[in-house]
């Protein structure tokens, strides 16, 4: 197995290299003058199995992505894993208006026309995976990963921003041994929201919120400044895609204790490695 990074999640795959014991390439992205994408893997022949590392994320990573497909079976690879570890439009689930693509579908289409295999992680909706009907198609979870990095922190309760989010926030638990609920959001008027966590008393506590996906930080903040109204001893956030846009990370480290989070994104704080979670199902 070849374990080919983009210019994306690059410290993934070299750790899902070293987890695994594989070769790992970085392969070349270039531009040209026009702003076209020139990609290369730098070998003679391959006779194996590529797993390419690529996030679908900004959008020019999706074409670095397909021009990274093409290059491996050109080299001779026998299989095409793509490990996608952030995978963009996976939001876009739905036609949320008449006249709107299924965004995330068509995402799916145009990847797994060269691929065999392709593994996501922490997937916004499930049943995406349904949509791969050329290439196997499989979801790893970031939470146990999480719960092994907080583990010296001294959680007592770790919270899921809503409900959906109530498993992943027990696995995380779980891994650390300690209670889980879900905050139950209220909307009190346009700009304000009630978020209190359904069954646990927060009092004196140290609380780590575990989200899929931070945005612009708005769910981490709101549910932060709540929980020290409820007398929260601290709390830590943590999440699998930490996209923080518009400034997102700054403003929250001045809310909450410690963030952490996966690195299917790099940042600052993407310091939670997911490789061995995604090495099991390679
Ligand atoms: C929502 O479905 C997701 O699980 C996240 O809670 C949401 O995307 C976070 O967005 P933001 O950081 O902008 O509040």
New binding site residues.
């Given amino acids: 197995m070849i374990i080919v990074a983009g210019s994306t999640s690059s410290k993934l795959a070299q750790d899902l290299a070293q987890v695994t014991n594989s070769e790992f390439v970085q392969a070349s992205v270039k531009r040209f003058p026009d702003g076209e994408c020139h990609v290369r893997i730098e070998k003679e022949k391959i006779d194996d199995e590529v797993v390419i590392v690529q996030n679908t994320y900004p959008d020019d990573k999706m074409i670095e992505l397909f021009l990274l497909q093409d290059a491996a079976y050109g080299l001779g690879a026998t299989k095409i894993t793509n490990v996608i570890p952030y995978y963009g439009y996976a939001?876009q689930d739905e036609r949320f208006n008449k006249g709107e693509p299924l965004s995330a579908r068509v995402m799916a289409d145009h990847i797994q026309l060269n691929s065999d295999k392709v593994v996501l992680v922490d997937i916004?909706n499930p049943e995406m995976l349904d949509w791969f009907d050329e290439a196997e198609s499989v979801d790893v979870h970031a939470a146990p990963a999480i719960g092994r990095y907080f583990k010296d922190a001294g959680i007592d309760l770790v919270l899921a921003?809503?409900e959906?989010?109530l498993k992943r926030a027990g696995w995380a638990a779980e891994t650390l041994g300690c209670e889980w609920d879900y905050l139950v959001k209220t909307r009190l008027s346009g700009t304000q929201v009630h978020m209190v966590p359904k069954d646990i008393d927060v009092k004196g506590k140290k609380v780590l919120i575990v989200?899929?996906?931070?945005?612009?930080?708005?769910?981490?903040v709101a549910a932060t400044e709540e929980l020290r109204r409820h007398g929260a001893k601290s709390v830590m956030a943590s999440c699998t895609h930490g996209?923080f846009?518009s400034g997102?990370l700054d403003r929250l480290k001045k809310y909450c204790d410690r963030i952490a989070c996966a690195n299917t994104l790099e940042s600052e704080v993407s310091v939670i490695s997911v490789a061995p979670e995604v090495a099991k199902v390679l």
Wanted: no cysteine; net charge negative.
């Fill in positions: 939001r916004h921003p809503d959906g989010a989200d899929d996906i931070i945005s612009t930080g708005g769910t981490i996209l846009v997102a």
